[in-house]
């Protein structure tokens, strides 16, 4: 069996940014048999409705592990990459950066860059691959761990793990899954990469798909589609964007987001249309089907099941959502 493993323990450089990075991180502080040499994050950035700088949620980790962390502005300045290359990594591992990656880092370490991608590959390269996934209807998705190059996730495969999609799974809860499974998975993929056990797969050419990045202008329903389109795209833009109509009530229209929906059976009616408000849900049609809206909140108010929305808002059949 030919080994890549460098001598016990070893020296990881982890790059991420987002929530989901961060439980990748704790699993491999955790680990007696890798050393952490730092973990490098974005920049810390204004964040809500008062705009305060706050760090990112892998360097609040980082910082709670007490690991050294370091945030350029771009990976790609001389200063930040004199820091890396004083620290010898022997492995970088990333997930959920933010920023591509130069050819100076993906050749410094000697076990190459691994990234941890929340799509099975060559499916949903990009952005946002759990909300296309959902919203596009798809049976299925997960983790692959690849050895970076210079595309984006065009990296020969190194593992993967498949996990369902239900009917009721949305970004979030697939999101919390697919943070764990990579986890533990890219810790097995480490170990028999570096024992020479797993052998670099490269990525076919069918089935290529890019999950481009998702906008608040996607959260807006057209409900000349069908319900189970629409049913699939509150699922995937929950909890952000989130999706929205408008509701029209004679000369007044309400902007409503739509937390929580499902698609119900309906007459072949225009869509828009709302067939009934009752303790069950307020049921729209839909293109084809409709859809039973169970969770809402109105502008300035706050998120409601529909029985205690319609306690204080009156919604009845020949209004309109547009």
Known sequence: MVT???????????????EIACPVLKELAAHHDFQIAAVVSQPDRPKGRKLTVQPSPVKTTALDLDLPILQPNRCREESFLAELKNLKPDLIAVMAYGQILPSAILELPPLGCMNVHTSLLPKYRGAAPIQWAI?????????????MDAGLDTGDILSAEKIPITATDTAQTIHDRLGMIGADLLVKTIHGFANGEIIPTPQTSEGVTLARK??????????????????????ALTPWPGTFSEWVCGDTTTHIKIWTAEPTEAPDVEPGQVMKADREGIVITCGKGALRILELQKQGGRRLVAQDFLSGNVIQPGDRFI
């Open 214 to 235: 998702i906008t608040r202008e996607d959260g807006r329903l057209d409900w000349s589609k069908t319900a189970h389109h629409l049913g699939c795209q509150v699922r």
């Open 135 to 147: 919203w596009n209807g798809d049976s299925e998705t997960g983790v692959t761990i690849t050895r």
């Open 4 to 18: 890549n493993q460098p001598p016990n323990p070893l020296r990881i450089i982890f790059m991420g940014t987002a």
